[in-house]
């Protein structure tokens, strides 16, 4: 069965620490992408890569950074933590050119930063 | 700037009846439409999409229609059932972005039994 795994389900930090969140698939995939989700605002599109150490920034990248050294993984770190990123955070994989239906999600980290 | 709008949060419908979940998209570019589930603690999954193309697709219970010249489309249920209580995300992409889908902000559907 393909999966997309998260490291952790949940996780507390302090405010200001670095976090890093991992993300691993096994299918081979060529695009992955970090979300977060959060009430009322649905999922929001961090950052994306298409291929091994390219990033592009998606629609709020501001606090976050993200690292892909190997196709199966991509990591999202943030630089130092904050209140506001509290939250669900989603990682996703498709094949390139894949049309939506090829997303493959993991299954959430709930951060909490206090 | 939101492209993919689900303007109402939540719907509560019977056991047995349609459920109809909608969604609006400002930008013109996107030419294909999707709709994934999520369950608490879970990722969401894909659940039926529909191209630019067609203004009608089914897929057993499921069916979407899209209205292209209103820029909305719209999720069909029926019969609805128990299990349908998920959040239910309306996406929209463009071939040429590279598979970059962006998310309405997702209606939470409660099916009565």
């Known amino acids: 069965d393909v999966k997309v795994t998260q490291s952790s389900r949940y996780l507390v930090k302090r405010t200001g620490e670095k976090v890093f969140l991992e993300c691993v698939q096994d299918?081979?995939?060529?695009?992955m992408f970090w979300y977060r989700q959060d009430p009322g605002l649905g999922l929001r599109l961090i950052y994306f890569?298409?291929?091994?150490?390219?990033?592009e920034k998606g629609d709020i990248p501001e606090g976050y950074s993200v690292s892909r050294e190997k196709k199966e993984r991509f990591s999202l770190i943030l630089e130092s933590a904050s209140t506001n990123q509290t939250s669900m955070y989603l990682c996703?994989?498709?094949?390139?050119?894949?049309?939506?239906?090829?997303?493959?999600f993991g299954s959430g980290t709930r951060l909490t930063v206090v | 700037d939101q492209q993919v709008k689900q303007n109402s949060p939540s719907l509560s419908v019977q056991e047995g009846r349609i459920s109809i979940l909608n969604c609006d998209y400002t930008n013109s570019m996107f030419d294909y439409f999707l709709w994934y589930k999520k369950y608490p603690a879970e990722g969401p999954t894909f659940l039926i999409s529909?191209?630019?193309?067609?203004d009608k697709n089914e897929d057993g219970r499921f069916t979407v229609f899209l209205n292209k010249s209103a820029k909305h489309l719209s999720l069909h249920i029926v019969p609805s059932q128990p299990g349908d209580s998920a959040v239910y995300f309306c996406?929209?992409?463009?071939?040429?972005?590279?598979?970059?889908?962006?998310f309405g902000k997702g209606i939470t559907l409660s099916v009565r039994p």
């Open positions: 299918m081979d995939h060529e695009n």
């Open positions: 529909i191209s630019s193309i067609k």
């Open positions: 996703a994989s498709s094949l390139q050119g894949a049309r939506g239906y090829g997303y493959t």
């Open positions: 890569s298409y291929d091994v150490k390219m990033k």
């Open positions: 996406a929209a992409g463009n071939t040429g972005a590279n598979s970059k889908l962006t």
